[in-house]
């Protein structure tokens, strides 16, 4: 496997090289700092080596006289004693490193917006995120932002800053979820050993953003739709409990099949949609919607129920949610639009529910889908127990992987059988080749290689041997 380090020489080294090699006239002597430095170290930043302050000499006769006689006089156990306090110093040093990098923290964040020069907006919001090394993924669009990012709680706040100094995202929704103490030291240390990526096990890829530019922040495909005009009626999480459970009231759940599967509200009834673009179809057919006059009316089906089948009923209270309420935006705006009048969806959608209503009030059943490898959350937003096909991104259970369609990045009883062989194959060579070189692609992914494809292997050997 292909590793990279960083070389540090050792302090005792470090000090017989100080030593030997004394600073220049008026340059600055690390041995004219007292102690370790108070600053903190975040990132990558390397451990400086910093030694005690020396006493101080009178240098006014012959500068040159006193250094020599100075060094000359110190003797072998005085050299041990500044070797064993830097060593010391550098012990410490790396510990202190190691508590400063500081807690991750995960912001959902999403704004519907007239956004029209959404592009130019992208470099210097990338650019940003990578300086500061912050994660994830934002969606830009001609109606607003969408994202999720992760990195440490003042990096990812300078991010959202940022994106908040344009007046129109001014105001970002904005749902914040903490990450495990076991997430933070694998994330921590993939970001300062790994330059190729975080690992599997990582809330997000380090040092990697995705700042993707799209039609929409959500695809819904109705350009008509716009939750900037108008949209349904927030419900805070104190709230949402007594509206579901109010007989009269159809509760939705607006997102996709592989979300819904693992969990979801009590009674809510699930669309079993693959895409949130079906929606609106699932919509017309469920509420068999129809243009009668300026009024829209609709058949609602229901079991057990033929009298109120026979004839048109006025239009039920719909309580909708989803993750972190931004696909109920658009959804309630859409229903608004076909006659609805009582449309209702959950402030902050899942995931504000779960971190502000306690378990034993809590109607939540199972967990809730999150789109970064965390894969799934309970109750208080603690780590899920679910884990994702690589195949295919969809959620799997510890039951699922027992089963003989599961194959570790390959496929899962959810899409084994969707799945040609020859789409197998493939992601078990892009399998493979993560396995080997810790980037799909092999090592030189991205990268011009070293040598020319015809140029003898041997040269290559040689030139590598020499650099080592």
Sequence with gaps: MLRFCYWRFPPSLAVARMLSSPPPPHSHSPFSGGGSNSSSIGGNSKPELLFPQSQPQNLSSSPSSSLKSTVACSNAGAIRRSMTTVSQSFSDRTESSDSDLGSLVVVS???????????????????????????????????????????????VERVLAFIQSDIRLNGLRQVETPVSP??????????????????????????????????????????SVSPIERVGTYVSPEEWNELISDPETVVIDVRNTYETRIGKFKGAVDPCTTAFRNFPTWVENQFALKQEGNETQANVEQED????????????????????????????????????????????GILKYLEEVPKTESLWEGECFVFDKRVSVEHGLAQG??????GCKQPISDEDMEAPEYEYGVSCPYCYSKKSEEEKERARARQTQFEEWGVIGGPDKGRRPVTKPDSPRKKSNAKLGSSI
């Design 305 to 348: 129920c033929s009298e109120t089948t026979e004839k048109p009923k006025t239009l039920p209270r719909i309580a909708m949610y989803c993750t972190g309420g931004i696909r109920c935006e658009k959804a309630s705006s859409f229903l608004l639009s076909q006659g609805f009048e009582e449309v209702y969806h959950l402030k902050g």
């Design 385 to 390: 127990t679910h884990k994702l096909c690589y």
């Design 109 to 155: 964040f999403y704004k519907f917006a007239d956004f029209p020069d959404h592009a130019d907006f992208r470099k210097p919001l990338k650019d940003l995120c990578e300086e500061l090394r912050v994660s994830g993924g934002i969606i830009l669009a001609p109606e607003g932002i969408n994202g999720s990012i992760c990195g440490l709680r003042e990096s």
């Design 182 to 223: 076991e997430q933070e030291a694998i994330h921590h240390g993939h970001s300062s050993s790994s330059p190729l990526a975080a690992g599997e096990d990582a809330p997000f890829r380090w040092d990697h953003v995705r700042v993707k530019l799209k039609k929409e922040i959500v695809t819904l495909g109705m350009p």
